[in-house]
């Protein structure tokens, strides 16, 4: 069977910083993967070549079958990728409502609008008429995967969702994203927070330079020291 999204030996440049070195991976239907690395060793490049915003010069970029590598972001959108932003970048003026039904894409097979974004968050639900520049750090990045959700994606990418929150608001986010996932969403996670990670995700990428070093089990990650301490810091 083939992949829902394929990342082929891409190679991906900043100007003449040669950032993504040969990376690939692979999301099937319906799973979570996780993509953990320390800072600057290409997490978020990955995710701005598969979005079209920084195309890769070489390698290929496929979704349910489309080659989508030199795709502008608005058609890659409009395939079924969706993407929650790190920073979350809410529209701060506009009520909670309002950042919601900007995106709303819709279609035969729709499965996402405003009342089932309220009740995955019911949090945004009781803020509906707020402005989102007056919510928490929480609210809002419950409002940033409401805003992705509304486009109606087969493919969801969070890029550290976990980032700045109390562990409290993480956890109630990574039932959230499990929920998502037991659904049949395919969702490409993007973190430095592992155990976070680890419990959300079905499998594990870890990228060193530009290029994936480890793919593996979260538990079988958990109880590698070595790829820990020399990849993720953690000792």
């Known amino acids: 069977m083939s992949a829902l999204l394929s990342v082929q ?9 040669y950032v993504l070195q ?19 060793m290409g997490k978020t490049t990955m995710i701005n070549s598969i979005m079209g915003f920084v195309p890769p010069r070489r390698g290929h970029i496929t979704f349910q079958g489309n ?10 959108s409009s395939l079924g990728i969706g993407l929650c932003p790190q920073g979350r970048r809410v529209f701060p003026t506009l009520s909670v409502r309002e950042n919601l039904i900007v995106a ?16 995955l968050f019911p949090r945004l639900g009781e803020r509906r008429d707020q402005r989102a520049g007056s919510l928490s750090g929480g609210e809002q990045q419950m409002l940033a995967i409401g805003r992705a959700l509304m486009t109606n994606p087969e493919c969801l990418i969070l890029d550290e969702p976990s980032e700045g929150l109390a562990p409290l608001i993480i956890q109630n986010l990574g039932e959230a994203i499990r929920s998502l996932k037991d659904e049949g969403l395919s969702i490409l996670l993007v973190e430095q927070n592992t155990p976070f990670a680890i419990k959300t995700v079905d499998r594990v990428t870890v990228i060193g330079k530009g290029t994936v070093v ?3 089990s979260p538990q079988e990650l958990w109880a590698n020291e070595e790829i820990k301490q020399t990849h993720l810091g953690i000792g």
């Open 9 to 17: 030996d891409i190679h991906t440049y900043y100007g003449d910083s």
């Open 22 to 40: 040969g990376l690939s991976l692979e999301i099937e239907k319906g799973e979570a993967l996780g993509v953990l690395g320390r800072n600057g």
């Open 67 to 76: 080659d989508i590598t030199q795709m502008t972001s608005y058609e890659i």
């Open 104 to 119: 709303e894409q819709t279609h035969t097979s729709s499965r996402w609008n405003v009342d089932a974004v309220y009740e």
């Open 214 to 216: 480890y793919d593996a």
